[in-house]
Structure formats: structure tokens, C-alpha cells
């Protein structure tokens, strides 16, 4: 007999038929010899009640069908007796697969910290929460690829490897074969990176945008979806040392043209949540719903699923870094002093403190921000005619801080030159970069969006290593 999936399962509307279903025991209930047990095998948030009459399944497995231990249960799908399900499964057939000692296995039918579950990450996928968070997790990844495929992009895949610093910020692990106790050195003493596996000092990426821009400006319309990694020593619930970025790169799109297609992307990636991922979705609101219950009334944020409903019916508020640093200047938090690092005036960089009173308190809506003072932004990206600012866009999400950050890209030789020159940035080891501004050089843009920043977002959680399955931090590299 063939197994059926739970999820598919509890699509029928045909009963008293034969059925075959495997998966673990998440509770049991009832009396020592009929128990009610709740199987669930990852396919979806609800689990099949199977109701196993141990006289007639053999005493012998009474003790072993416990929280945790996984079943093959052949039996006879029928409507339910009992209230809270719409059909059960009487067991016929019941072969304990493995078992899970009570008295050791760390998941119970209660409730456990997101710190705790942390810990057993290897083991926390069998949570209700968890399973739902990998569900629309898995989701999202092919909403991505379905908003670009639809659109006529062409994924790319960039290296992970690489010899260049896109962000200039140096914030990369470095890779190398050589011995860490013993490097060669050269002449000077330094050391001789020409010895090493590339034959030069290389890194994991930070970003797969320069090798993005060198597919654009021939393809036309790509995007690069792979991790990257970052050695920020930043121990917040918004960073991770390890991520995922959606980065699409089109040529002939100016800063408008990129905040439209950001606009529409996540507003997709929203709709496509609301529209596919509705039961994990509904779970995760009641959950978060009992959490708001204990806090402050007005402290408490919109229920999730109105928070999605509105972001994707609104549009997103557009202005300019001098603008939101006015708004920030006259803010009472700012007068007060109440931000930990106050505005004293333009060319100050936002923190997530002062994006977050921007979407949050004065706007209540998703905001753009764009024309960054050149000084606190990339190499690569387009001077403005003041010669102040860049063409830089940053987009910020409730309860978020930044969500994306993109620019239109600098695509005259001589600016990007001299640019580079001031921030220090070796052009002899950009040469293939600069070539795309030798030879057919066009306008063109395109943008980051932190993978795990959108699904704290879809999924209302507040830590963002609860949202990748085994998250990278510092200190951080179990399992
Ligand atoms: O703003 P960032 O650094 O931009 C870039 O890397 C550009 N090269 C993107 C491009 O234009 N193609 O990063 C983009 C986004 C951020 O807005 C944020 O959502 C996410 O990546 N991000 C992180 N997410 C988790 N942990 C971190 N340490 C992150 N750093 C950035
Ligand atoms: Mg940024």
C-alpha cells in the first residue's frame, strides 16, 4: 500500500476507505489501553488523529507509541466521533518505527522558548512553529524565482569564492588552504598569498552583485539568489554571519525603475504568502497573539495577517535621505535625546533606531529613502548632479529596519575612477569590473533583499535566527 502524505490526506472527503500514513507522534491522549494519538509528518501544520486500540494492536507497543517516536500506521480513514477534527484514522496496523525515550526526548507537548528550541535546532523542525516557518520559508524561496522567471529574468549564479570586497566594508571571512601556524612569507615578511590555493588572498562574498552587473549589461534582466556572509561582529536579532540575498541587476533601469521593481517584488512576495501559506500563517498569528497579550496595549503591534494585507495594498512612501533627516532633527526622540545616537545634522548615518521611528512612528508604512551622501555609501554607486549625494535606495519595513538596499550604479569611467580612487580601492584588481564601463557601458541598477530580514517580516518573528534553519553568528556554528 502506498503512503499518503497527511496534508493530502486531510483533503478527502471520501472515508471509510484504506489508508497507509507514516510520520511521529507529536501527543497521545485517552486511557493506557485506547489511546488518541496525534501524528504529524512535516506536510503541513495539522496533524491526523489516530485513534489505536492497544488490546487489539498488541500490548507489547503500548509503552513505545510516546511524543516524538515515529509510526507506520495502516488503518481505516473514518469521519471523526470526537470534536476538533474532521476525521481520524482507527488503526489496524500499527509498526513502531523508532522509538523516542520520554524520559530523554526534549520536545514535550508544551511550550518551549525560542531560546531553548535554539539550543536543539537539529530537533526543532518538529515544532508547530518551526515546521510552519520552513514551510513558508520554502515558499518564499519559489515565490523568488517564480517573480523573476515570470518577468523574463535570468538567474545567475554568482561565485561564493571570490578576490573582491563588493561592499568595501572588509567585514569577510577570508579563505585559504595555507597553514595558519606556519604561513609562508615574502620578501618583506609578509604573508605570501601568492603561495596560497588561488594564488591570491580570497574571501566568501559579500555580495553577488559585481558579477551580477557583468551578466546585466549583456542579459539584459538577471538576479542572483545565494548566500553570502558577513564578519560583522554583530550580535543583534537582525543580523546573521551567514545569509541569503535576492540581488536582480538590470540594465537601462534608473533609481525609479529600481524602486518600482522593488516595490513589486515584495508586495509579491507578500501576496504570494497571504495567498499559499495561509493555515502556517494563521498558526503563527494566534501564536504571536498570545504573545502581545503580555505586553503594554499600545506597545502591541497589527495582527500578522492585517500587517501583510496592508503592506501590499499601500504604497510605500518615497523621500529623501535630507528629508527623513529633517523629519529626524524635529523628532521628539531626537530633541529628548532619547535616540542613542542623535541627529546633530546631514551626512549622519541612519541607525536601525532612527529607521525604525521613521516607519514605525512617522510614517506607519514601508518607506524609500534614496539620495545617501556619497561618503556613507559603496564605491559603485551613481553621483547625483549635486556631487553630494548618490543614487543610493534603502527600503524600510516595520519592525524591520532596513529590508533592501540598492542603487543605480555608476556607469561612467571617469567618475567611477576618480571615486574609487578617494575610497581606496585598488583598481588594478577591478579591471574586469571597469571593462563593462570600457565597452558598452549603460545606466543600470538593482538592489539586495535580505532573504531572512523578509521572512522575519511574513513570519511576524521577532529573532531572526529563528528564521533560517541553522543560523551563523558569532560564536554560533553548531549543528
Ligand atoms: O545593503 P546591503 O549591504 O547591500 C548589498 O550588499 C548590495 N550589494 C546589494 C545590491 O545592490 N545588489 O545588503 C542588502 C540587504 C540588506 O538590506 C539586508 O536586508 C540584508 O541584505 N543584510 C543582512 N541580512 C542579515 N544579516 C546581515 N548581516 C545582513 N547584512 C545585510
Ligand atoms: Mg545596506
Known amino acids: 500500500m502506498k503512503r499518503t502524505i497527511i496534508n493530502e490526506l486531510l483533503q478527502q472527503?471520501?472515508?471509510?476507505?484504506?489508508?497507509?500514513?507514516?510520520?511521529?507522534?507529536?501527543?497521545?491522549?485517552?486511557?493506557?489501553?485506547?489511546?488518541?494519538?496525534?501524528?504529524?509528518?512535516?506536510?503541513?501544520?495539522?496533524?491526523?488523529q489516530v485513534v489505536v486500540d492497544f488490546a487489539k494492536m498488541g500490548e507489547e507497543i503500548m509503552e513505545k507509541v510516546s511524543v516524538g517516536a515515529s509510526l507506520s500506521v495502516e488503518g481505516?480513514?473514518?469521519?471523526?466521533?470526537?470534536?476538533?477534527?474532521?476525521?481520524?484514522?482507527?488503526?489496524?496496523?500499527?509498526?513502531?518505527l523508532g522509538t523516542a525515550d520520554p524520559d530523554k526526548y526534549p520536545l514535550q507537548p508544551k511550550k518551549h522558548s525560542l531560546e531553548f528550541l535554539r539550543d536543539i535546532a537539529h530537533l526543532r523542525f518538529r515544532t508547530n512553529t518551526f515546521g510552519a516557518i520552513t514551510r513558508i520559508r520554502h515558499a518564499m524561496i519559489f515565490a523568488v524565482h517564480k517573480f523573476f522567471n515570470d518577468k523574463g529574468f535570468y538567474n545567475i549564479h554568482t561565485p561564493i569564492i571570490t578576490a573582491s570586497d563588493a561592499e568595501g566594508a572588509g567585514e569577510m571571512f577570508q579563505v585559504s588552504t595555507l597553514d595558519i601556524g606556519n604561513p609562508p612569507r615574502d620578501e618583506e615578511g609578509e604573508i605570501d598569498f601568492k603561495q596560497d590555493f588561488f594564488g591570491k588572498k580570497t574571501n566568501l562574498t559579500v555580495s553577488g552583485q559585481l558579477e551580477a552587473e557583468l551578466a546585466a549589461l549583456a542579459m539584459g534582466q538577471v538576479y542572483t539568489f545565494g548566500p553570502t556572509f558577513r564578519a560583522e561582529n554583530s550580535n543583534t536579532t537582525r543580523h546573521l554571519s551567514e545569509f541569503w540575498m535576492i540581488e536582480p541587476e538590470v540594465a537601462f533601469n534608473d533609481l525609479t525603475d529600481n524602486m518600482d521593481l522593488a516595490e513589486e517584488m515584495l508586495k509579491y512576495m507578500v501576496k504570494y504568502a497571504l495567498d499559499n501559506c495561509t493555515d502556517d500563517l494563521q498558526f503563527l498569528s494566534k501564536r504571536l497573539q498570545d504573545e502581545e497579550k503580555t505586553k503594554k496595549a499600545d506597545e502591541r503591534s497589527?495582527?500578522?495577517?492585517?500587517?501583510?494585507?496592508?503592506?501590499?495594498?499601500?504604497?510605500?512612501?518615497?523621500?529623501?535621505?535630507?528629508?527623513?533627516?529633517?523629519?529626524?532633527?524635529?523628532?521628539?526622540?531626537?530633541?529628548?535625546?532619547?535616540?542613542?545616537?542623535?541627529?546633530?545634522?546631514?551626512?549622519?548615518?541612519?541607525?536601525?533606531?532612527?529607521?525604525?521611528?521613521?516607519?514605525?512612528?512617522?510614517?506607519?508604512?514601508?518607506?524609500?529613502?534614496?539620495?545617501?551622501?556619497?561618503?556613507?555609501?559603496?564605491?559603485?554607486?551613481?553621483?547625483?548632479?549635486?556631487?553630494?549625494?548618490?543614487?543610493?535606495?534603502?527600503?524600510?519595513?516595520?519592525?524591520?529596519?532596513?529590508?533592501?538596499?540598492?542603487?543605480?550604479?555608476?556607469?561612467?569611467?571617469?567618475?567611477?575612477?576618480?571615486?574609487?580612487?578617494?575610497?581606496?580601492?585598488?583598481?588594478?584588481?577591478?579591471?574586469?569590473?571597469?571593462?563593462t564601463r570600457r565597452f558598452g557601458t549603460v545606466p543600470h541598477s538593482g538592489f539586495g533583499l535580505g532573504f531572512e530580514r523578509l521572512m522575519l517580516f511574513v513570519t511576524g518573528m521577532g529573532n531572526i535566527r529563528d528564521v533560517i534553519p541553522f543560523p551563523r553568528a558569532p560564536k554560533q556554528a553548531e549543528f
Request: with cysteine; hydrophobic share 40%.
Open 13 to 48: 472527503e471520501d472515508f471509510d476507505q484504506k489508508v497507509l500514513v507514516k510520520g511521529w507522534v507529536r501527543n497521545r491522549r485517552g486511557s493506557k489501553n485506547v489511546a488518541f494519538v496525534a501524528m504529524n509528518d512535516g506536510s503541513c501544520i495539522h496533524n491526523i
Open 76 to 96: 481505516t480513514l473514518v469521519a471523526s466521533q470526537g470534536g476538533g477534527q474532521k476525521m481520524e484514522i482507527i488503526a489496524e496496523k500499527l509498526e513502531v
Open 302 to 435: 497589527m495582527e500578522l495577517i492585517e500587517k501583510l494585507r496592508f503592506v501590499n495594498d499601500n504604497d510605500f512612501v518615497r523621500l529623501t535621505y535630507t528629508e527623513a533627516i529633517n523629519i529626524l532633527r524635529n523628532s521628539k526622540p531626537n530633541k529628548k535625546k532619547k535616540f542613542d545616537y542623535v541627529i546633530e545634522g546631514w551626512g549622519a548615518d541612519l541607525q536601525s533606531e532612527h529607521e525604525r521611528y521613521l516607519v514605525e512612528k512617522h510614517f506607519k508604512k514601508p518607506v524609500i529613502l534614496v539620495d545617501y551622501p556619497k561618503e556613507i555609501k559603496a564605491f559603485y554607486m551613481r553621483v547625483n548632479e549635486d556631487d553630494k549625494t548618490v543614487r543610493a535606495m534603502d527600503i524600510l519595513f516595520p519592525g524591520i529596519g532596513e529590508i533592501v538596499g540598492g542603487s543605480q550604479r555608476e556607469e561612467r569611467l571617469d567618475v567611477l575612477l576618480e571615486k574609487m580612487k578617494a575610497m581606496d580601492i585598488p583598481e588594478e584588481e577591478m579591471w574586469w569590473f571597469l571593462d
